[in-house]
């Protein structure tokens, strides 16, 4: 059977299928595009679609998402990352700077943080978020991958001291009226990591004016959110795509 006819089954995207089918079954993906399935195997790949609600997100399916060549643990405690938030990580690996003292603001399953980390291990590493629960979602994948952070829940950064050179974060910025509108997954994920106010704004520029008390000169936020606010973002911020840096001076 064609990837292609459980996807027609069952409404799951074929890709999301793919890894799902990837993971269940011990198969490379090469193998399940080319030689498809097997009646049992497509029969197990079912059984286990309908243990979950319709249109639940697959990485939460499979517990795992990868990330910037790594592979993360996520379950419905933690947002999913996205792809599209690897631009993090591209603009700050492109400054060319070597910071020694880095904080992920609203970490959640701590996938920037951790692959921070990793590119630069000398440096000291703060994973923030005021979910406890998303914290100890964080701190198995920095078990995971054998990085020693530090995990603080707090509100954004309101239980942090001291002065860093890079911080960054992927907050919520969704108004109210928009949530479930764009993506019918994101009703399965938590909230908390999706309402960034009325306006979908607020929370980033309460970090934005945070951040700039906790960057030493010359230090850098880099974060991301929806270019539609970014009229209303600091005038010293310059703009990648949907990612903001603003370099305190």
Do not use: W
Request: hydrophobic share 40%.
């Amino acid at each position: 059977m064609d990837l292609r006819d459980v996807s027609r089954c069952t409404a799951q995207d074929p890709d999301d299928l793919l890894i799902l089918a990837e993971r269940l079954l011990g198969r490379s993906k090469a193998s399940l595009l080319v030689e498809g399935l097997g009646v049992r195997e497509a029969a197990r790949v079912l059984d286990r679609l309908l243990e979950f609600p319709r249109g639940y997100p697959m990485p939460y399916i499979v517990g795992e998402v990868d990330f910037y060549g790594r592979r993360f643990y996520v379950d419905d405690r933690v947002l999913v990352p996205r792809s599209e938030t690897e631009g993090i990580v591209d603009i700050v690996l492109g400054l060319g700077i070597n910071p020694k003292r880095i904080v992920d603001v609203g970490t959640g399953s701590g996938v920037i943080g951790i692959t921070l980390k990793k590119e630069f291990p000398n440096a000291t590493v703060v994973l923030t978020d005021i979910s406890p629960e998303a914290l100890k979602v964080a701190r198995v994948n920095a078990e995971r991958h054998r990085c020693e952070v530090l995990l603080v829940a707090t509100d954004l950064l309101s239980g942090i001291k001291g002065k860093y050179d890079l911080i960054v974060s992927n907050p919520p910025y969704l108004p109210r009226d928009k949530l479930g509108v764009y993506d019918r997954r994101i009703l399965y994920e938590p909230r908390k990591a999706l309402l960034g106010g009325e306006k979908g704004y607020e929370i980033t520029l309460a970090l934005i004016e945070q951040a700039m008390a906790h960057l030493r000169r010359g230090g850098i936020l880099v974060v991301e959110s929806d270019p539609q606010h970014f009229d209303v973002f600091p005038k010293t911020a310059r703009f990648i795509g949907r990612f903001a840096v603003i370099e305190k001076v």
